[in-house]
């Protein structure tokens, strides 16, 4: 059913439910907020904390659940254990710690004591001083913010302000439920997740600008017509671009998620959460934003029937 609105008619009348939208993402980042309080932080990987990362060869496939009892009996009750190709005898141990050259030899003693039926092998240890860690989480935070500032000023100079602030509100907001989701299902804040961020701010950025674009044509098209009207039939024009786009990036993103394997797990969901999120910021909070700041005086209800042409999505 079209929504018609003065000569302008579409399809869906997304602007409408802005408000909905808006207090449903509230409400995930007080869930989020009230999540940090009580699991007392993110769990983040030695990239960022400085540790060890192990990898282990066992001769016979591997109980992960006991292997899991025999590291944590040992001391290291928050190490973390993932399962390397499709063998089951070969696994990953991350660590926290300062360097310590003997590590090696006490999880080979402590996997012998716990695991003497399944010789295991110590294949390779990489260490991470936590010194760099916190250089990593810092560099980590200024790469972010950084890349919020540059692209605010790039559109705002090749546009106009607003819609430069309407996308890095998106942007923002699709970092935040990245890490609300991080803190609710306990996934490591690792490299590997910070590049999967940078990935969605990209998918994010590019559905905000198709859309953006399309408003700004129609804006100069649609002169006497409400902003709140044009932008709907903006979003309407380039839905089927917007859910082809995301369609086809979920696809692939899946196969990661059900193929990858723990290694490349925090990378895959947070990019399939990515699509998802960075579809739904452009359309309800860049455009709803963007329509919030700076409306010229008189455009919302100015309407002259009798020069103006229509524009339908069917």
Same mark, same amino acid.
């Given at each position: ?46 990239? !960022? ?20 009892? $025999? ?73 972010? !913010?950084? #890349? ?11 546009? =106009? !302000? ?17 890490? $609300? ?6 996934? =490591? ?22 859309? !953006? ?39 692939? $993103? ?26 739904? #910021? #452009? ?32």
């Amino acid at each position: 059913m079209q929504v018609p609105s003065g000569s302008i008619k579409y399809r869906y009348d997304f602007l409408k439910y802005r408000f909905f939208g808006l207090a449903f993402s509230l409400l995930l980042f007080a869930i989020g907020i009230a999540a940090y309080f009580v699991k007392g932080g993110f769990f983040y990987h030695i990239d !960022f904390t400085g540790g060890a990362e192990l990898r282990i060869s066992f001769e016979k496939t591997v109980d992960l659940a006991k292997l899991r009892g $025999v590291i944590t009996k040992s001391g290291w009750k928050n190490a973390k254990i993932q399962e390397v190709g499709t063998t089951k005898r070969e696994v990953l141990i991350t660590v926290a710690g300062t360097p310590d050259s003997n590590l090696e030899k006490k999880i080979s003693f402590q996997l012998k004591e716990g695991l003497a039926e399944n010789k295991a092998t110590v294949k390779g240890i990489e260490w991470v001083g936590a010194e760099v860690g916190k250089d990593t989480k810092w560099n980590a935070i200024k790469a972010v !913010f950084l #890349s919020l500032i540059i692209l605010l000023l790039y559109i705002a100079i090749r546009s =106009q !302000f607003r819609f430069g602030m309407g996308a890095v509100a998106a942007l923002l907001h699709d970092v935040l439920m990245v890490l $609300v989701f991080l803190l609710l299902t306990g996934e =490591q804040v690792s490299l590997h997740v910070l590049a999967a961020v940078l990935a969605v701010l990209g998918y994010s950025l590019n559905d905000t600008i198709v859309i !953006f674009s399309r408003i700004r044509e129609n804006l100069k098209k649609y002169k006497n017509h409400s902003e709140y009207d044009v932008i709907n039939l903006s979003i309407n024009q380039t839905l089927k671009r917007t859910i082809l786009t995301s369609v086809s990036t979920f696809l692939a $993103v899946g196969a990661i998620i059900l193929l990858g394997g723990e290694t490349l797990r925090g990378l895959s969901l947070v990019m399939g959460l990515g699509v998802v999120v960075g579809t739904y #910021s #452009s359309i309800y909070i860049a455009s709803a934003v963007m329509l919030s700041i700076g409306k010229p005086k008189g455009t919302q209800t100015k309407v002259e029937a009798s020069t103006t042409s229509s524009a339908t999505i069917s």
